[in-house]
């Protein structure tokens, strides 16, 4: 079965907590301090491998989850790294929160490996906390937590041309033809289940990739059918390939059926009806005597006059497509080359709930600590070099209760307040 989207749990390292320690060695009396720093947890990445085309994978597996930083030790040791989660998916795949449907990331083009979500950091050993004021420092930063998200995996296959139409109008032979596909081929609808890739090689060896999108009808974009499986695969396509059975062996009309799949193309994304399009109008090979010309007359007046040419080809004799790849290389060549990359919407390193706690905590006479994922986020983006970077630090201090609880644990002029690698003397204003 054909998988082009998923939704996954995520979830990286928790940091190693600081060891608490004291040198123990003979005939040294006061050896200090020697606790190691925690080990930081492991990221969660994701990675292209070229290898895949489906989500096929993560229909099985649907968590993943990477490894504990591991606690510091004594004699100064560091606690061992968590190991990174390595997560592949195929070119094209798009990631996104699940909760609000926003893009974290387009893993395509160059964007070929990206750290989702970081693992927490390891809690620094008390060994770092000595001073010449506290020498017997009694405290070990905990490591900081880790981060989990559920994420929807989404594949928008990466084409230059996206093939649409209804059933049975021979998109399937058109791509046997003109590609190196071998799309499973028959005489009844929705033959194809999942989107089919080729490559179009042209004598001048400017080709380009087509993908033929399966199961059209009307009411795809509201979940008839098979197309509203598919309508994400065409978002990145440049130009679009419109074919109908000019034929209407099935006795439908080609007008109203190129007028149909457009409503469902502009109902699901009105962006989709910007892209040029081209109008390919098939199974000429059926035609007797004037048909041909009659029907190709009456698309080329309905059409045309918009700037939709109208090419009359044979999928099977190959009649006509010749002329209708170059047309399409000469449209490609005039419209802009940039990639079509879904844009960052997301962006799980600002995840710090307001609700995460503040840890105040006298740790010996005199000095205090501050921390937390929120003062954390807080010291990275405030200059404290600079008054009005210092003015809003004292903002945060006071508007969450954090100068309350230091007075409350008996703070006074002169004690000092430590934040992470930050030190403060505490005066009181």
């Known amino acids: 079965m054909f998988a082009d989207h998923a939704k996954i749990y995520i979830r990286s390292g928790k940091g190693g907590d600081g060891h608490v320690s004291f040198r123990r060695e003979l005939f040294v009396a006061a050896g ?27 229909r099985h597996i649907r968590k993943y989850i ?43 083009f160059e964007n070929r490996r990206e750290v989702i979500l970081k693992g927490g950091k390891g809690g620094k050993g008390n060994m ?25 995996l989404e594949l928008k296959v990466i084409a230059d041309v996206g093939l649409v139409g209804f059933p049975n109008v021979g998109k399937s032979t058109f791509l046997s033809r ?36 399966p199961g059209l009808i009307e009411g795809a974009s509201e979940g008839i ?17 419109h074919m109908v059975d000019a034929a209407s062996t099935e006795g439908r009309d080609p007008i109203e059926d190129i007028k149909i799949i457009n409503s469902e193309l502009k109902a699901y994304n009105e962006k989709l009806m910007n892209l040029p399009q081209v109008i390919a109008a098939n199974k000429t090979d059926v035609f007797y005597g004037d048909e041909e010309e009659t029907v190709v007359s009456v698309l080329r007046d309905e059409f045309e006059k918009d700037g939709i040419k109208v090419f009359p080809i044979s999928a099977v004799s190959g009649k006509g497509i010749k002329e209708l790849l170059y047309y399409v290389r000469e449209m490609l060549d005039n419209i802009d080359d940039t990639p079509v990359v879904f844009e ?34 807080m010291l990275g983006y405030t200059n404290l070099d600079s008054e009005k970077g210092f003015g809003f630090f004292q903002k945060f201090m006071r508007e969450n209760g954090i100068i309350e609880e230091l007075e409350k644990l008996g703070i006074t002029d002169g004690d000092t307040v430590k934040m992470y690698d930050l030190q403060f003397d505490y005066y009181k204003s």
């Open 32 to 58: 200090g301090p020697d606790g190691g720093d925690g080990g930081k947890g492991g990221n969660v990445i994701f990675e292209i491998d070229e290898g895949l085309n489906t989500l096929n994978d993560f």
């Open 66 to 108: 990477a490894g504990d930083g591991e606690p510091g030790g004594k004699k100064k040791c560091h606690g061992a790294n968590g190991n990174d989660k390595i997560v592949k998916v195929p070119p094209g795949t798009i990631i996104k929160d699940a909760a609000t449907g926003k893009v974290i990331t387009d893993m395509s």
């Open 128 to 152: 770092n906390f000595a001073t010449p004021t506290m020498q017997v420092p009694k405290y070990a930063q905990p490591g900081q937590p880790s981060q989990d998200l559920e994420v929807l």
């Open 178 to 213: 003109v590609t190196n596909a071998k799309p499973k081929i028959a005489n009844y609808h929705f033959t194809t289940l999942n989107p089919n890739l080729g490559v179009v090689d042209l004598e001048d060896s400017r080709g380009f990739v087509i993908a033929d999108i």
């Open 225 to 241: 059918g098979l197309g509203h499986e598919f309508l994400r695969h065409i978002e990145r396509t440049k130009v679009i390939i």
């Open 344 to 377: 960052k919407e997301f962006f799980p390193d600002t995840l710090v709930s307001e609700n995460e706690p503040i840890i105040v905590e006298k740790v010996e006479d005199g000095v205090f600590i501050v921390e937390g994922p929120r003062i954390e986020k």
